[in-house]
């Protein structure tokens, strides 16, 4: 299964909105990550049932300023604070299917993020790329 | 002995395998034709690995049929994607389906769920035995006495301890700290490993090899005892000719979505076929291969966990530690419930950390301060096994009213356990509930939430059922002896004969009943009922 084009651009728009990065957090966008790519190569992989369920998600997300907000325009077109609004409403939905969406939207994204190197470091933990873990012995002291 | 991998040098054991004991489903050319064993083992898991390297040691030859592929230890990495696809069924998005969707973890890979799980050695409750003796008449053949040196045989074996005081981690040492001060006795996890440096990576395959899962252990030492593997190789059918197992139709299989057309694979079964493949895979495969016991595919059983989420006013590092250190059976008997500690990677506990945005990136920043700590109910409910019409595998299941009664309140006592332990605020991840929660005052709100499946977020790690073991046909699909009451020369050793689950982590039981199985069979002692 494949994304449009809108599709596309709607979802990496709610994945931004998710984990949208800031200078004084630390965190890079995950803008700055090939989310096309990453969620193309997903989709190809899940069973369909799964992949019609993200591109439910996609789609709910696109169209909820309109419920949520009262804004007759996509989620690409929101800023950021809006965007988060959108989305924060959603995750908190006494709908089960719609929140259940979402959250599965929250972990496709966050299988991403929480992947790249730079994000890791700034939690202090390994980078993907490390295979071998070099001997780690030591204690946290409390504080 | 050849080397299956050139460059590096061999360091793990599954760097080595003998010469022509892996046929690659994914890689073969051709079809593969009649080859013959004294037994064909379905699936390399802890039951099928332990059977068939239990069946090779008396002598017989033996074949594994694995659907995943064989990913080897230097493969391992840390991206949880990555094992996703290549080493988790349905790429990781298997779920349960009910009044809610419980997400279902099981490895599809040499190793099976051994690969990615916390290699965790409990023996079989004995309350669960008497339980299955009284209400199961299984009396006289699955007994702990007949049990014992097969559990002892594999805590020597996979060199089962309790976790050393240097690969611990701060997450388990506050819970046992916290539990003890609860007044609830605690421990370390004993667990199948030899030189575990912490560096929390069981979700993704150990990449020192430490952990002893089956595919760094019992599916090496097989082949080097003359098996041969099938890894990428799914099994369709048992083949039954005059109500006998003789063989098993399986096709190749890849991880990879353009992967070309799938090439057969037919091994042929001289003493008898050994269906390993899980609680979900194995009723499947015996419904496919004409089996139509009432109770096949029914009486599933599973272990619904929920993990809550703790900000620390300290460093807590999961990054370091055994993935999961520390545990409390102490309500197990009155409560039906388990405490235990996970060390949760970056990626899962990006979705458990609440909220999105900069109150998302806030508290992911503090991800060294992270703490979460489980609890596992032994939910009474049972649900079925069915094939789905897209040729997967459906799972219907919802908790009943009182394991939502229990696990509830096993979450308000991890809540008060954590505030006590110091956190500054617990996310419950309970519908109805606030996101997140300041003090051990508002851990009534969990109390008091409806006990509604839909509010939980559960997830589903241990299986059992659905191809229950017991005397009688009509409530049962294998015999005490492990043997199908339908086919002869047909045996079923995973923990899809458990008549009901256990409230420990079931992989010690399921090698044990595996090897228990396989030594009965392989000394002749399991008689075929139906007449060849």
């Known amino acids: ?143 | 002995m050849a080397r299956h991998l050139d460059n590096p040098p061999p360091r793990f054991t599954d760097d080595v395998v003998p010469e022509g004991a892996v046929v690659d489903g994914e890689t073969h050319e051709g079809e593969v034709e009649d080859g013959s064993f004294d037994y064909v083992v379905v699936g390399s898991g802890a039951a099928g690995a332990v059977a068939a390297h239990a069946l090779a040691e008396s002598g017989a030859s033996v074949a594994i049929v694995e659907e995943g592929p064989w990913v080897k230890t230097r493969e391992f990495g840390e991206s949880v994607y990555g094992a996703f696809k290549r080493m988790f069924r349905d790429a990781g998005t298997q779920v349960i389906e009910g009044r809610s969707f419980v997400p279902l973890i099981q490895g599809r890979c040499v190793g099976g769920s051994t690969v990615m799980n916390s290699a965790i050695a409990h023996r079989t409750p004995e309350d669960v035995l008497d339980d299955w003796t009284a209400r199961f008449g299984l009396g006289g053949a699955i007994t702990a006495k007949a049990l014992e040196p097969h559990f002892d045989a594999l805590e020597r074996q996979l060199h089962a301890h309790a976790v050393f005081d240097d690969a611990l981690g701060q997450n388990s040492r506050m819970f046992l700290d916290e539990a003890r001060a609860h007044g609830l006795p605690a421990e370390r996890m004993h667990r199948y490993e030899e030189g575990c440096r912490g560096s929390a990576r069981c979700f993704t395959g150990c990449p020192n090899g430490a952990k002893q899962g089956m595919n760094v252990a019992h599916v090496p030492w097989a082949l080097a005892l003359g098996a041969r593997l099938y890894c990428s190789c799914k099994v369709e059918r048992v083949v039954v000719e005059r109500g006998r197992a003789v063989g098993v139709v399986a096709w190749t299989t890849s991880t990879e979505p353009d992967a070309r057309r799938p090439r057969r694979v037919r091994l042929h079964a001289r003493r008898g076929v050994i269906v390993a493949a899980s609680t979900i895979q194995s009723p499947n495969l015996l419904r496919r291969s004409g089996l139509r016991a009432r109770s096949l595919g029914e009486h599933f059983q599973c272990h619904p966990g929920v993990g809550l989420a703790g900000m620390f006013d300290r460093p807590v590092d999961m990054g370091f530690g055994a993935t999961q250190g520390a545990e409390s059976l102490a309500l197990r008997r009155s409560d039906k419930i388990k405490l235990e500690t996970l060390a949760m990677p970056p990626e899962l506990a990006a979705v458990r950390i609440p909220g999105v945005g900069r109150e998302l990136m806030q508290r992911f920043g503090l991800f060294p301060r992270l703490g979460v700590w489980v609890m596992t109910v032994r939910a009474e409910a049972e649900g079925t096994v069915r094939p789905a019409w897209s040729g997967r595998d459906k799972v219907r299941w919802t908790p009943a009213p009182i394991d939502m009664d229990r696990a509830r309140r096993g979450m308000a006592l991890l809540a008060r356990m954590m505030f006590e332990a110091g956190a500054r605020e617990v996310w419950p991840g309970l519908h109805g509930v606030p996101t997140a929660i300041h003090s051990i005052d508002q851990v009534r709100l969990i109390d008091e939430v409806a006990p509604d499946p839909r509010a939980f977020g559960f997830i589903a790690t241990h299986l059992f059922g659905a191809c229950r073991m017991g005397p009688d046909p009509r409530a049962s699909v294998v015999g005490p002896d492990f043997q199908a009451h339908e086919v002869a020369g047909l045996y079923v050793v995973d923990s899809s004969v458990f008549p009901t689950n256990l409230g420990v982590n079931p992989q010690h039981s399921i090698m044990a009943m595996s090897r228990l199985a396989a030594t009965r069979i392989a000394a002749g002692e399991v008689r075929s009922r139906v007449a060849a």
């Open chain 1, 1 to 143: 299964m494949k994304l449009t084009r809108f599709e596309m651009a709607w979802a990496v728009a709610a994945l931004v909105g998710v984990f949208p990065g800031s200078v004084d957090t630390g965190f890079a966008s995950i803008a700055s990550m090939d989310v096309p790519g990453f969620l193309g190569e997903a989709l190809r992989r899940i069973p369909l049932r799964a992949a019609l369920g993200l591109r439910a998600a996609i789609w709910i997300v696109a169209f909820a300023p309109l419920p949520t907000l009262g804004r007759f325009r996509t989620i690409a077109r929101l800023g950021q604070a809006d965007r988060e609004r959108v989305l924060a409403r959603l995750a908190a939905s006494n709908s089960y299917a719609v929140r259940s969406l979402v959250m599965m939207l929250k972990t496709f994204g966050a299988l991403l993020y929480a992947a790249d190197d730079g994000v890791r470091a700034r939690i202090e933990i390994p980078a993907v790329t490390a295979n071998i873990v070099p001997l780690r012995v030591r204690r946290v002291q409390a504080a």
